[in-house]
């Protein structure tokens, strides 16, 4: 990509500079532009049309299944030991992935038996399966997902509080963030972490989104999960992401919850338990 916006040309002495334009050592957002004459200078019109271009290319690129798989097989941890199962939902295509989300959130009837079948054949109670979802970009899952998950794994095998059992690592083809309930309920998983490419932005086609649900199970709502956002390196790093996602899982585990009742204060240390009829965003100690 470097190498795309080093044929783009710097901005000449005909444009008009934006004293905005100073800000944007701060931020990718397009700000600042400047101008010539009543346009914007050719140089951003470019830079804009690659970053549309990357995030159709994030959303429509299929995901490289073998060389996933191959890179989590190749991941030797004491946790994870197993190799990844591939499942697929209940879509048929990237244009009906696109048009029927329902469909993306549920296993096709194959993928049901298959994981049905291993747990009949392991009868083994997992604390944990985490799920791998090329989601809506790709690019981010392909990139990232390995790194994380390798650094999870050494958290896991770590903790000198709690012994993990996990299940192999499930990757799931045109899958949404709610595929998770359906093979965290037929795993029989205490918990599921689900990894899934993100809705790609014109300065961010590769952001990775991380979603723990304890207790999952078909037909759960959204906040029942906790979302870690933007995992990337020009965004959450895989250290700070891998710290996060341990935190929550511990203390999802300590306290049987997840969701808008548990809150993230993996910088604190600090975790509130909320009573039903208690607003989320009331906190005690604030």
Same mark, same amino acid.
């Given at each position: 990509?470097?190498?795309?916006?080093?044929?783009?040309? &710097?901005?000449?002495?005909?444009?008009?500079?934006?004293?905005?334009?100073?800000?944007?050592?701060?931020?990718?957002?397009?700000?600042? !532009?400047?101008?010539?004459?009543?346009?914007?200078?050719?140089?951003?019109?470019? =830079?804009?049309?690659?970053?549309?271009?990357?995030?159709?290319?994030?959303?429509?690129?299929?995901?490289?299944?073998?060389?996933?798989?191959? #890179?989590?097989?190749?991941?030797?941890?004491?946790?994870?030991?197993? %190799?990844?199962?591939?499942?697929?939902?209940?879509?048929?295509?990237?244009?009906?992935?696109?048009?029927?989300?329902?469909?993306?959130?549920?296993?096709?009837?194959?993928?049901?038996? =298959?994981?049905?079948?291993?747990?009949?054949?392991?009868?083994? $109670?997992? #604390?944990?399966?985490?799920?791998?979802?090329?989601?809506?970009?790709?690019?981010?899952?392909?990139?990232?997902?390995?790194?994380?998950?390798?650094?999870?794994?050494?958290?896991?095998?770590?903790?000198?509080?709690?012994?993990?059992?996990?299940?192999?690592?499930?990757?799931? $083809?045109?899958?949404?963030?709610?595929?998770?309930?359906?093979?965290?309920?037929?795993?029989?998983?205490?918990?599921?972490?689900?990894?899934?490419? %993100?809705? &790609?932005?014109?300065?961010?086609?590769?952001?990775?989104?991380?979603? !723990?649900?304890?207790?999952? =199970?078909?037909?759960?709502?959204?906040?029942?999960?906790?979302?870690?956002?933007?995992?990337? &390196?020009?965004?959450?790093?895989?250290? $700070?992401?891998?710290?996060?996602?341990?935190?929550?899982?511990? %203390?999802?585990?300590?306290?049987?919850?997840?969701?808008?009742?548990?809150?993230?204060?993996?910088?604190?240390?600090?975790?509130?338990? !909320?009573?039903?009829?208690?607003?989320?965003?009331?906190?005690?100690?604030?």
């Amino acid at each position: 990509m470097s190498d795309l916006h080093e044929l783009i040309a &710097p901005q000449s002495d005909s444009v008009v500079t934006n004293p905005w334009r100073k800000l944007r050592r701060f931020t990718n957002a397009r700000i600042g !532009l400047g101008r010539v004459g009543n346009s914007i200078p050719s140089d951003e019109l470019f =830079k804009f049309q690659l970053a549309h271009a990357q995030a159709k290319d994030a959303v429509h690129t299929p995901l490289d299944i073998h060389l996933l798989c191959n #890179d989590l097989t190749l991941m030797q941890t004491p946790v994870m030991l197993a %190799e990844p199962l591939v499942l697929h939902s209940a879509v048929a295509d990237r244009i009906m992935y696109l048009q029927r989300p329902d469909l993306g959130r549920q296993l096709n009837d194959i993928s049901c038996q =298959k994981l049905t079948d291993y747990q009949q054949m392991t009868q083994t $109670e997992y #604390d944990l399966v985490i799920v791998v979802a090329d989601g809506l970009s790709s690019r981010a899952v392909q990139d990232h997902a390995v790194a994380v998950i390798s650094l999870i794994a050494l958290h896991l095998a770590a903790d000198k509080t709690n012994s993990w059992t996990v299940a192999p690592i499930i990757v799931v $083809e045109q899958g949404r963030v709610a595929i998770g309930d359906d093979i965290g309920e037929l795993l029989h998983a205490k918990a599921v972490l689900v990894l899934i490419g %993100e809705r &790609p932005g014109l300065s961010s086609p590769d952001s990775l989104g991380m979603y !723990l649900t304890w207790a999952p =199970k078909r037909g759960l709502d959204d906040s029942s999960r906790n979302c870690i956002s933007n995992v990337r &390196p020009e965004g959450l790093s895989y250290n $700070e992401a891998s710290l996060r996602a341990f935190y929550l899982l511990t %203390e999802a585990r300590r306290l049987s919850l997840s969701g808008v009742s548990l809150k993230d204060r993996s910088d604190t240390k600090v975790v509130e338990t !909320l009573q039903d009829t208690q607003n989320f965003l009331l906190s005690k100690t604030n």
